[in-house]
């Protein structure tokens, strides 16, 4: 059987997909055959240096099934958005509640607490907006703070709910997009996404020139990648 590159298919070797979801990802620079698991998408993820090689690395990720079902089994469950949750906001606990009517989501009692009209879905939606929202803003701060700091240009700043990455730029139409989700981190995370983003205007790759770009807006950003990999699953579960 051929696979191909962004193809999904069942663990299960009898092909009746009720096995874990295995993602087939080809990445020219990788060395060898590996396995990681996308909490975020819910998926194992199983990467090969070429298309030819995606065959040797399906039979190698069925090696790995105990171990991805495993690993899946205790990834965050998703819980959505509603009255008496606890979520974070800038790495700091918030309190959601409930108000009468169909009013907006709004921060009171010294940002601890997010009230918001509406029930259900409606409820989620207005919360959902109002993390958005803090998110635009922090992020054009930190983005604006980074900007500055290497004599660059502004650029179009946009907000998206992306399941793959916590951000991405596109330096020739100097345009750069954020997961909102990363509002709920600490501001340190958040800073070092920015800065990661706009790093990416200096040095489109992942070489270590960009790296040394990144450190000199942030100095050590090996904790924050950290944090963004251990922590990365339980923002993407928050009103799924």
Request: proline share 6%.
């Amino acid at each position: 059987m051929a696979y191909r590159n962004g193809q999904r298919l069942s663990l299960d070797e009898g092909g009746a997909g009720a096995g874990p979801v295995l993602r087939l990802s080809v990445n020219p620079r990788a060395r060898r055959l590996s396995v990681r698991i996308d909490a975020r998408a819910g998926e194992a993820v199983v990467i090969a240096p070429s298309e030819r090689g995606l065959t040797q690395a399906v039979a190698f990720a069925r090696t790995k099934a105990v171990w991805i079902s495993e690993r899946l089994a205790v990834r965050p469950k998703g819980r959505p958005l509603e009255p008496g949750q606890v979520i974070a906001l800038r790495g700091r606990p918030v309190r959601l509640e409930a108000a009468p009517g169909a009013g907006a989501a709004r921060l009171v009692e010294d940002g601890t607490v997010i009230r918001s009209g509406g029930e259900g879905e409606a409820y989620a939606r207005r919360v959902e907006s109002l993390l958005k929202r803090e998110a635009r803003d922090t992020l054009l701060e930190r983005t604006d703070h980074h900007l500055r700091a290497l004599g660059q240009a502004p650029v179009r700043v946009s907000i998206a709910d992306t399941r793959s990455r916590w951000g991405s730029c596109s330096p020739h139409n100097r345009t750069i997009r954020y997961s909102w989700r990363v509002v709920m981190a600490p501001p340190p995370v958040i800073d070092y996404l920015a800065a990661h983003e706009v790093a990416h205007l200096v040095h489109a790759d992942h070489s270590p020139a960009y790296w040394s770009v990144v450190e000199r807006l942030v100095g050590d950003h090996r904790p924050w990648r950290k944090w963004l990999k251990d922590h990365g699953g339980a923002l993407h579960a928050v009103g799924r």
